[in-house]
Nanobody, 122 residues
């Protein structure tokens, strides 16, 4: 299986920035999709940014032009760079990785991290 470790969550003031790394580890694997989701209290979890193995990125409208997702394939790590943070960005942020193991038999995986808290004060 593939395990994920997120970090970088913090309390910041509105207008500030944070970078959230998500490191994947485990048996030999190939990542096809990496995404960052968030869930605020009383709200459904939403996908805010994603990146494919071909480096195609997608963003929720609420974070476009403020958040940037990137990946370091050598380190099996995805990063979510968040700028111009707003109080409404306050949430627990979860990393999600989808791919295939490079083993026999090949197995698909869909792994989630434990979440990291981002709090933006006004």
């Amino acid at each position: 299986q593939v395990q994920l470790v997120e970090s970088g969550g913090d309390l910041v003031q509105a207008g500030g920035s944070l970078r959230l790394p998500c490191a994947a580890s485990g048996t030999r694997f190939k990542i096809n999709f990496m995404g960052w989701h968030r869930q605020a209290p009383g709200k459904q979890r939403e996908l805010v940014a994603s990146i494919t193995s071909g480096n195609t990125t997608n963003y929720a409208d609420s974070v476009k032009d403020r958040f940037t997702i990137s990946r370091d394939n050598d380190k099996n790590t995805a990063y979510l760079q968040m700028t111009s943070l707003k109080p409404e960005d306050t949430a627990v942020y979860y990393c999600n990785v989808v791919g295939l193991t490079v083993t026999i038999p090949i197995r698909a995986f869909d792994s989630w991290g434990q979440g990291t808290q981002v709090t933006v004060s006004s």
